[in-house]
């Protein structure tokens, strides 16, 4: 049972590339979340979807899309990547409202 | 706005000292509470939750948390820290039928061996 897997681990990125990064969970959890974690400010919600075909966005979406075509699959689309968005991200799944599962995490560097 | 804070944002302790770290939300009707831990260089994970029952949970590795309905609290704590318990440690809350988590900005714990 891999849980939630994430790729890639780490990229660099020059500003105005874009990239998509991938995340699989194999809990058949209908909740999937983008978070992107910064020193000292904890998580921060880029996108969330309650199921397939149905995406929301959290507290931090500008520069960021998402879909999902299937349960298993949340990828995170960035267009043109800006320093701002160096970051490391994290995806995560749960059950309704119950325990979120984190998969490893993408550092991204953006120069 | 529903919020989590936690009060400390780093502490230091030596081994086999107690530990307790704060935790309030700001919400008045039903709310399911989570501690997570994230140790060095690793992702996050589930250290006990809080949905109902009991208001003293007991958690992974020692860790116990006790919710206080009229303090709007969740601390956590542990009877004596290991120099391995040293990680991030972040309070978050489902509040209502919110779909979104909402997190503490998490409190960094360093063990002195």
């Known amino acids: 049972n891999a849980g939630v897997t994430q790729t890639p681990k780490f990229r660099i990125l020059k500003i105005g590339q874009s990239m998509t990064l991938q995340c699989t969970q194999d809990?058949?959890?209908?909740?999937m979340y983008w978070y992107r974690q910064d020193p000292g400010m904890g998580l921060k919600l880029i996108y969330y979807?309650?199921?397939?075909?149905?995406?929301d966005k959290g507290e931090v979406p500008n520069g960021y899309n998402v879909s999902r075509s299937t349960t298993e699959d949340f990828p995170l689309r960035l267009e043109l990547a800006a320093p701002s968005q160096t970051s490391v991200y994290f995806c995560?799944?749960?059950?309704?409202?119950?325990?979120?599962?984190f998969g490893p995490g993408t550092r991204l560097l953006v120069l | 706005a529903q919020s989590v804070s936690q009060h400390n944002h780093h502490v230091i302790l030596s081994e086999a000292a107690s530990l307790e770290l704060g935790c309030n939300y700001s919400?008045?009707?039903?709310?399911?509470l989570f501690w997570y831990v994230q140790y060095p260089g690793q992702h996050l994970q589930l250290l006990l939750k809080?949905?109902?029952?009991d208001p003293l949970v007991k958690g992974i590795k020692g860790f116990e948390a006790e919710f206080i309905k009229s303090k709007f609290s969740f601390n956590l704590r542990k009877p004596s820290v290991q120099w391995s318990d040293t990680a991030e440690y972040f309070c978050?809350?489902?509040?209502?039928?919110?779909?979104?988590?909402?997190w503490g900005l998490g409190t960094s714990l360093g063990v002195n061996p």
């Open positions: 978050a809350a489902h509040a209502g039928n919110n779909r979104k988590l909402i």
């Open positions: 919400y008045g009707g039903t709310v399911n």
């Open positions: 809080y949905f109902s029952g």
């Open positions: 809990m058949n959890h209908n909740y």
């Open positions: 979807s309650v199921g397939a075909g149905i995406t």
């Open positions: 995560a799944s749960s059950r309704s409202q119950e325990t979120q599962y």
